[in-house]
């Protein structure tokens, strides 16, 4: 072989070796730039996460908020069925007062009649 193929061949190696390090070094900073992307999508998560659970103890305690009130509106709807039939118990002892009441006038207007 000639000394010129040898140094032309020479030189294709150093080209290639050359153009593989640039790729190589392209390929290290996109990968960087991935590490990068991905620890930043990994923090994100993080904070979704800690929403998330966040979220879930909120939703918790309205639950136990909405059982509490479901006690109270049961324990009222109850009282206002007791206290209607105490209404009604009194609606009826009234009536029947009124009716004594009517019963006793009538007597008494009666009586005083036949004094006079």
């Not at 290290?28 to 998560?45: P, V």
């Amino acid at each position: 072989m000639d000394e010129q193929k040898i140094f032309s061949l020479l030189h294709d190696i150093k080209v290639t070796t050359d153009n593989t390090q640039a790729a190589v070094i392209k390929i290290d900073e996109r990968l960087s730039t991935i590490e990068t992307r991905m620890d930043r999508l990994e923090t994100r998560m993080d904070g979704l996460e800690s929403r998330m659970d966040n979220l879930e103890s909120r939703i918790d305690n309205i639950e136990i908020g909405m059982h509490s009130l479901e006690s109270r509106v049961d324990t009222l709807t109850q009282m206002v069925a007791s206290n209607t039939e105490q209404l009604n118990t009194l609606t009826k002892q009234t009536a029947q007062t009124d009716t004594d009441v009517f019963i006793l006038k009538k007597a008494f207007v009666a009586e005083h009649k036949n004094e006079n």
